[in-house]
């Protein structure tokens, strides 16, 4: 069973990332190192990582605070709004920072109509500034996740205890708090940082002159005569990406783990009470209430923006569905229209989620039965194609199964297998999450009754994991529909699928539109996701009851 989900693996993973290697030039690399702006793009694309992860945990660390310590009526709504954008495609929020902050966007227009002001006074986008602040909004909601987590995992004994002590809330929180949060701050910091170095859809839309060497890579790519260089710049930025994260795991074993303490009780919850509350929560109300805002805004802006021509203020000027007939009227080349684009893009994430979820169930069976380093390293191996370039390995897919011995090119199925590469690390956390669940009394009862491997994980396992299975399809199926990097790198002619059908509508000035399309992806994602949550609450309900 090992072995299928490491052939899986390499087949998916490896096999690209070492023909992508096999493609690369010592030559081109000296001559690339030497280049001033390839290296004016390498400090840019560290420069505007480390500038998207620092304000994006310092936000995220109040909130965090604030939802793990207090409990109120519409905690559940609050959450479920400041989580949204995280389920959004990339592509989203850039077209949500044009809506809000272009020269005719909703700000502007806002502050010239309150302040007569002939100009527009905010001039944003298509600068580094632009893509940190849409890398801030799309990842406060990451930072969240995971400082929340580490917040509610405090040992509430350590505080009482100090608090009793005479320490000062201060001193609590740096001498008491902070040591066990180290862990959950060095998670969210690290993904956040490897994602915005990998990042590509948000400089592409709205970086303008500043790029970052996926963008750079993807445009050399894309020339005549310049893969070699590609190839050479993905390997040089795989070579990075390792040395992250040999860095990263050095210093979680040998500095984060003896910092952490026991965490024998919880961080204890209070009931929000503005009336009765200090001046300090208050003010962390008040700060939670705003950072909701920044998250819910840009998503409330592409969907008003669908149905609505313009705004007052904020608000939309009356119900409209010009934007959409407009984009079921819009032809995008090759006689491609709305409806061509809707199919294949449902075609595709239909099949993606079949295939991830097959090869998910294999894999996460591996890892839940495995004992030892083998289960940490194939549990490792499985989530590695997230912190992988994904322009690294569309040229690697593009080399080995669309121009190599498939010759998938233009065809949907090759989009279909390389969502699968990024979607297949999600749904075999899931799935192995439900695996690890199930009453083991059950699988022992079975095979006493005589009951093979096989019959008990058909008869008494499978049943058990159903509604997990059913969520990761739907998680699948969504982050299948949302997907841009692959999506660009593999249109053609006659293949595109609703994100690239996004970018072109940009390209083209066409935000009403865009606006349209992108929120029927929107409400495709949210739908699925809520119904994936709902399923996976079932699952561990019935399989909670069958323990």
């Excluded at 709205?206 to 894309?222: C, M, N």
């Excluded at 294999?362 to 549990?379: C, D, H, V």
């Amino acid at each position: 069973m090992e072995a299928l989900s490491v052939s899986v693996l390499g087949l998916l993973f490896l096999a690209p990332l070492v023909s992508i290697a096999q493609g690369a030039s010592l030559e081109s690399l000296a001559e690339l190192l030497t280049d001033p702006y390839l290296l004016r793009v390498i400090a840019n694309t560290f420069l505007q990582a480390v500038l998207s992860t620092v304000p994006a945990v310092l936000a995220a660390l109040p909130l965090a605070y604030f939802f793990a310590r207090y409990e109120f009526r519409l905690s559940s709504l609050a959450r479920a709004v400041l989580l949204a954008p995280f389920f959004a495609p990339a592509f989203a929020a850039a077209q949500a920072f044009l809506i809000m902050y272009g020269k005719t966007g909703v700000i502007n227009t806002l502050l010239m109509q309150v302040f007569g002001l002939a100009e527009p006074p905010v001039s944003l986008l298509y600068s580094l500034q632009a893509v940190v602040l849409a890398h801030v909004f799309y990842y406060v909601p990451l930072a969240f996740t995971a400082l929340e987590a580490g917040f509610a995992s405090i040992d509430q004994d350590l505080i009482d205890a100090a608090r009793s002590l005479g320490a000062s809330e201060w001193r609590i929180l740096r001498k008491v708090m902070f040591p066990q949060l180290a862990p959950s701050l060095a998670a969210s910091g690290t993904l956040i940082f490897v994602f915005s170095f990998l990042t590509f859809a948000t400089p592409l839309l709205i970086g303008g002159s500043f790029t970052t060497l996926e963008v750079e890579t993807y445009f050399y790519w894309s020339r005549f005569g310049g893969w070699t260089t590609a190839k050479t710049l993905s390997t040089l930025q795989l070579g990075l990406n390792l040395i992250f994260v040999l860095a990263i795991f050095l210093a979680r074993e040998r500095v984060l783990q003896p910092r952490m303490l026991a965490k024998a009780g919880g961080l204890a919850r209070n009931r929000l009470s503005l009336l009765c509350g200090s001046l300090a929560v208050k003010a962390l109300t008040l700060y939670a209430l705003l950072l909701i805002a920044f998250e819910a805004l840009p998503i409330y802006f592409i969907f008003a923006s669908g149905f609505s021509q313009g705004f007052y203020l904020i608000f939309p000027l009356g119900a409209s569905i010009e934007n959409f007939q407009r984009l079921f009227s819009f032809t995008f080349g090759a006689r491609v229209t709305v409806l061509d684009s809707m199919g294949q893009s449902i075609a595709i994430a239909a099949l993606a989620a079949l295939l991830s979820v097959s090869a998910s169930l294999l894999t996460a069976y591996s890892i839940a039965y495995s004992k030892g380093r083998a289960r940490s390293l194939l549990s490792a191996a499985t989530v590695a194609p997230l912190a992988v370039s994904r322009i690294a390995l569309a040229m690697g897919l593009y080399t080995i199964y669309g121009a190599g011995v498939l010759r998938l090119y233009g065809s949907w199925e090759l989009l279909a297998l390389s969502h699968l590469v990024v979607i297949y690390p999600l749904t075999t956390r899931l799935i192995e999450s439900a695996l690890i669940r199930v009453d083991p009394d059950l699988i022992d009862a079975a095979s006493t009754a005589g009951a093979s491997r096989l019959y008990t994980f058909l008869r008494v396992e499978l049943p058990l994991i159903g509604p997990s299975l059913a969520a990761a399809s739907l998680i699948a199926f969504a982050s299948s529909i949302g997907e841009f990097t692959f999506a660009l790198f593999f249109a053609t002619g006659g293949l595109q699928t609703m994100p690239v059908s996004v970018e072109r509508l940009l390209d083209s000035r066409q935000l009403g539109p865009a606006s349209a399309m992108t929120s029927l992806i929107l409400a495709v994602i949210f739908v699925s996701a809520l119904a994936a949550n709902l399923l996976a609450k079932r699952s561990l309900g019935g399989l909670t009851y069958g323990a």
